[in-house]
């Protein structure tokens, strides 16, 4: 081959080593820039999204090479085990709606509100995290915390997206058929807000898909690697989760934007 060039052996192999010497150069250029942004992820960033952050800052790189330079240096995203939890039924529940069956999907802020209610647990023991969401935004509007599992825990997140987004008169909130969401105080909160109540069915958790994504984010990227020793602790570091994630976690159904990010471009 080198002869059919009209180049020495030697000049070839010092032209290559020169060529695997600038791309190791380049590479650990574009490894800096990774490790910051997988350190502003809080180390959740899979090479896609990393991919995306690259790329909005103007950087152009493939998603393989990506891919590469994060195996080679044991940048993984951290995962952990998620458990499930449980629901009893409410018969308030049997004459109320999925109003999202067969309907578009949200196509602006504000037409459909999503909210569910999961579990932390502290010192041992369980505590619960209401949240209320944006379904077109996938931002958090609404959260509120506690050791009781009861309708004050979803109605004061309701009240929080209440203040914090102005529902419409056309405003759908839509849940799980959770007990919690059948009391009539926090029945009578939704009715002042004018909101329009819809509830998934029976064993179909994934009518409220975004909700369950948003738990399964915030355990397995950070409440399963802390152990809380109070609920103010948790509380300190669930609502930072929740600026983390509205202004600055990229989603890949967005865009590979943040929902904030999202939110602004809706407007």
């Not at 077109?136 to 609404?142: C, E, F, L, Q, W």
């Not at 109070?230 to 967005?254: G, K, M, P």
Request: proline share 3%.
């Amino acid at each position: 081959m080198c002869r059919k060039l009209g180049v020495s052996r030697g000049g070839y192999y010092a032209w290559r080593d020169r060529q695997d010497s600038q791309r190791r150069m380049d590479d650990r250029k574009l490894l800096e820039e990774i490790l910051e942004i997988f350190k502003a992820s809080r180390e959740t960033y899979g090479y896609p999204r990393v991919h995306a952050a690259l790329k909005a800052r103007n950087i152009v790189c493939g998603k393989h090479r990506v891919a590469r330079i994060m195996r080679e240096n044991s940048l993984q995203a951290r995962m952990a085990r998620r458990f499930k939890f449980h629901r009893h039924r409410h018969a308030f529940f049997e004459g109320i709606p999925n109003l999202l069956l067969g309907q578009p999907h949200a196509s602006a802020p504000n037409q459909v509100w999503v909210g569910d209610v999961s579990y932390i647990r502290v010192r041992g023991k369980w505590s619960y995290i209401g949240i209320v969401m944006d379904h077109y935004t996938r931002k958090v509007i609404g959260w509120s915390f506690s050791e009781r599992h009861d309708s004050a825990l979803v109605r004061e997140a309701l009240l929080m997206a209440v203040h914090t987004s102005p529902p419409t008169e056309h405003t759908i909130f839509h849940s799980d058929q959770g007990s919690e969401y059948a009391n009539r105080e926090y029945r009578t909160a939704l009715d002042e807000a004018h909101l329009r109540v819809s509830m998934s069915r029976k064993g179909h958790c994934w009518d409220n898909a975004h909700m369950e994504s948003f738990f399964g984010s915030l355990k397995t990227e950070m409440v399963y690697f802390q152990k809380f020793q109070r609920l103010e602790e948790a509380v300190a570091y669930i609502t930072d989760y929740i600026r983390f994630y509205n202004c600055e976690r990229l989603h890949s159904s967005l865009g590979y934007r943040s929902p904030t990010e999202f939110e602004v471009m809706a407007a």
